[in-house]
């Protein structure tokens, strides 16, 4: 009786593991994974930039829109400090609404 207990336990306990392994088998996955496959290279980081590379960023532009290219007053210092705050950066006013009849697919912002 007490070896068909044991029996049923060590079952049980198997069985238990095995759905255990089977339901947290992604977790078990990335403890071998070192995920190099995903991994980009120093290349595409640093593409062509020759002896001093930088990687590739984000344009410095800073787009400002408003009905017309002609800021109002009570907006000019704001763009003031803006400019003056990022020297390095280009600044664009653009209109997005070129004239009143414009419709949406004739808007050109460029």
């Excluded at 907006?75 to 209109?95: A, C, F, G, L, P």
């Amino acid at each position: 009786m007490k070896a068909r207990r044991s029996g049923w336990f060590a079952f049980l306990v198997i069985t238990i593991i095995l759905i255990l392994l089977f339901k947290f088998r992604f977790l078990f996955r990335l403890l071998v994974e070192d995920g190099g496959e995903e991994a980009s290279s120093v290349y595409a980081l640093f593409r062509g930039q020759g002896a001093n590379p930088k990687p590739e960023l984000i344009p410095k532009i800073i787009h400002q829109t408003y009905k017309t290219t002609a800021i109002p007053k009570k907006w000019q210092r704001s763009q003031n400090h803006t400019i003056s705050k990022h020297k390095d950066y280009e600044y664009m006013v653009r209109n997005p609404f070129p004239s009143s009849t414009a419709r949406i697919d004739e808007i050109v912002l460029d």
